[in-house]
């Protein structure tokens, strides 16, 4: 239903020397993607703060009060919390690193063309590995390395493309396996701690830390129309070879898996601190029907079943249409949710429930905040005639992902 945006990969200097002791394969790419403008438009915004030479010498420093200006923040200031001290909060994260760090591996990827680098995470004791789609797509041959040094060939269990997850495993029989426990991350709240943990750059085994900067960001991603529903914002550094890898809390949960870095649409360079992961959630409802079957049996995602496009100027001019903007229907599923309710090829949805739609992109950013089995009721035109369904959205197929 959505256009594609085009993905851009890195433009990588020389091959940096190995520094774990590990040879790399000479024309590895390491994988971490970038987002280009789509559902959302990451803007840098440049601080440049000049100092005069004689600017220093007007600056004046008085005791709080002393202009009878305090500030009165009132009965409705926002609370502060009062922490532990920084010896202590520090020994906490060190403690919750040296727990985690043993869960999250390394993956040399063989492909058809070229070889590839990128990061998983131990989530079963069989040997279940979580990792992005677009790290092991079209491999054939993964090496794991672990955190011990220890390596084992993997084999592809199944992928989930438009969740851009996958799940390798290897045998655990000859290895001690530390596995990543799952947090809810439902729970998440902006603002807390956050840790990623990974191989950038093919650097083994790198801590980042930071925050949760935003929660339920709807992600175009460019790979098979797909959008990463609900995903983290984080300002933990996320580089190429961290796809795959692990966003941990403050508990040692496993709460999310990196797999993007927005792309600066001025420069063209990787927006720093602006990366992204795939809700742990979302891993949770995946990857067992995926170990269990080899491939996602159900999506858990709300459809619409038609195929639309964005409305331009031109068309709406040539049918006369009184809006100018909007998803213009070109297809039908036959039987499918649309189809029941009434909805024809060529209507122009401009409404979900409250919800403007200006084009394809906001039309999927409606759907994935539904269930299967919602009723929405959507306003559309057909031809210069409002019309509003109400139409009880079905399940988008296991196939289209």
Request: glycine share 10%.
């Amino acid at each position: 239903m959505n256009e594609p945006h085009e993905i851009h990969e890195p433009q990588m200097a020389a091959e940096p020397a190995a520094l774990d002791g590990q040879s790399r394969p000479p024309a590895q790419r390491r994988h971490s993607r970038q987002l280009s403008a789509g559902t959302l438009v990451i803007c840098a915004l440049l601080l440049a703060t000049v100092f005069g030479g004689g600017m220093l010498a007007g600056w004046q420093f008085v005791a709080r009060g002393a202009l009878g200006t305090d500030l009165q923040p009132g009965p409705n200031a926002a609370p502060t919390i009062k922490s532990s001290t920084e010896d202590e909060l520090e020994a906490l994260r060190e403690q919750i690193v040296a727990n985690v760090r043993p869960t999250v591996v390394q993956l040399n990827v063989k492909g058809l063309l070229s070889n590839s680098l990128g990061s998983g995470v131990i989530i079963d004791q069989r040997g279940y590995i979580i990792t992005n789609n677009h790290v092991v797509k079209n491999s054939e041959h993964i090496q794991v390395v672990f955190f011990n040094g220890q390596t084992a060939t993997a084999s592809l269990t199944g992928v989930a493309p438009a969740d851009d997850l996958a799940v390798i495993h290897v045998d655990p029989s000859r290895l001690n396996l530390s596995v990543a426990t799952l947090g809810d991350s439902s729970r998440l709240r902006v603002g807390q701690d956050v840790v990623a943990i990974g191989n950038p750059l093919g650097i083994t085994q790198t801590v980042t830390s930071g925050i949760v900067s935003a929660l339920g960001r709807n992600i175009a991603t460019g790979e098979v129309g797909q959008i990463l529903p609900g995903t983290i914002q984080t300002d933990a550094a996320i580089n190429p070879g961290n796809s795959g890898g692990a966003l941990f809390d403050m508990h040692g949960n496993l709460i999310g898996i990196p797999t993007l870095t927005a792309l600066d649409p001025e420069f063209k360079t990787p927006a720093t601190g602006v990366g992204f992961a795939i809700p742990s959630n979302r891993v949770q409802f995946i990857a067992p029907q995926i170990i269990k079957s080899g491939k996602v049996t159900r999506t858990g995602r709300a459809a619409l079943e038609v195929q639309v496009v964005d409305l331009d100027l031109i068309t709406a001019q040539k049918n006369h249409l009184p809006v100018k903007q909007g998803a213009l229907v070109v297809s039908v599923t036959a039987g499918g949710a649309a189809n029941l309710a009434g909805i024809k090829s060529s209507d122009v949805i401009v409404q979900v429930d409250d919800r403007q739609i200006t084009g394809s992109l906001s039309l999927g950013d409606a759907l994935i905040a539904r269930n299967p089995g919602d009723t929405v009721k959507i306003k559309l035109y057909r031809g210069s005639k409002p019309m509003t369904f109400e139409v009880k959205l079905s399940e988008l197929p296991a196939g289209n992902t």
